[in-house]
Nanobody
Framework: QTLLVESGGGRVQPGGSLRLSCAGS????????IGWFRQAPGKEREGVSC????????EHADSVKGRFAVSRDNAKNTVYLQMNSLKPEDTGVYYC??????????????????WGQGTQVTVSS
């Protein structure tokens, strides 16, 4: 019953890279903005990155600017989050979510209606 499925998480050493995928399950993502969020143990969920429905606009939280990049391939019904130069502080469960009626996108969680179940990212030595 999950409409969004995240994959690509795992354990990586500091400075390493991971590429997360967010795939639509039995519905098209092409008219939805997609956001990426993460939640570390004991902390509230925070916005990470987002991409507009067309892919023409992206936004990133200050904590990941210059290290993370978000892209989408609507033909494959998939959104990607490329994470480089990973730090231990990046550890957490990463979620993708879909928002309607946005001409751009936002990293504010309350704007998103549909959420995946998350994928664990652990950055440690």
């Amino acid at each position: 019953q999950t409409l969004l499925v995240e994959s690509g998480g795992g354990r990586v050493q500091p400075g390493g890279s991971l590429r997360l995928s967010c795939a639509g399950s039995r519905w098209n993502l092409d008219v939805w903005a997609i956001g990426w969020f993460r939640q570390a143990p004991g902390k509230e969920r925070e916005g990470v990155s987002c991409i507009s429905s067309s892919g023409g606009y992206t936004e990133h939280a200050d904590s990941v600017k210059g290290r993370f990049a978000v892209s989408r391939d609507n033909a494959k019904n998939t959104v990607y989050l490329q994470m480089n130069s990973l730090k231990p502080e990046d550890t957490g469960v990463y979620y993708c979510a879909a928002a309607p009626y946005l001409r751009t996108c936002t990293v504010v969680p309350k704007e998103y209606d549909r959420w995946g179940q998350g994928t664990q990212v652990t950055v440690s030595s």
